[in-house]
């Protein structure tokens, strides 16, 4: 069995700012042991407050994490009808440049809520790599007529910005 300590001042940080996130780490037990798994339970918690009122805190304290918690964030864009959750994992992977999360956030291309594809786009373009702009070419012929405009204006500001750094 693992030997439990306290709260890391990382993550006591987090929780202190909060009354929201110190009722979801006690609510859950969140307790951060001295394995190799600390930062995975970390990122696991934070994704988890995305759905509460502690979401702000939680999605700072995720782009804190830096890009480690980039896979998490991707993984659960599938496993959340939550579209404010959704759009928060979007904006993180944006912040994070996570170039291997295209395939994930060009799934979210296709989500009825305008709200969460919009977010999807603009993390494509944020991302502004071959591969961003390989993805909305391939969605852009089964997209709906009406995203359609969109898809061709964010392709054309990746290439823009790609032609100005050179």
Do not use: C
């Amino acid at each position: 069995m693992p030997r439990r300590r306290g709260l890391r001042p990382q993550l006591l940080a987090a929780v202190i700012r909060s009354k929201a996130t110190l009722a979801f780490a006690a609510e859950r037990q969140v307790v951060i042991q001295t394995n190799m798994g600390d930062r995975d339970i970390q990122i696991g918690a934070y994704i988890d407050q995305l759905r509460g009122t502690g979401r702000d805190s939680a999605w700072h304290a995720l782009v804190e994490l830096g890009p480690d918690a980039g896979p998490a964030a991707a993984a659960a864009l599938g496993t959340t009808k939550d579209v404010d959750v959704h759009v928060a994992l979007l904006k993180l992977l944006a912040e994070y440049r996570a170039a291997d999360a295209v395939p994930a956030i060009t799934t979210q291309l296709q989500h009825p809520m305008s709200d969460v594809w919009r977010a999807a786009l603009d993390a494509l373009v944020t991302i502004g790599d071959e591969r961003a702009v390989a993805a909305l070419t391939g969605v852009r012929s089964a997209a709906a007529e009406d995203r359609q405009p969109w898809i061709d204006e964010a392709i054309s500001q990746i290439r823009a910005a790609r032609r100005r750094a050179g």
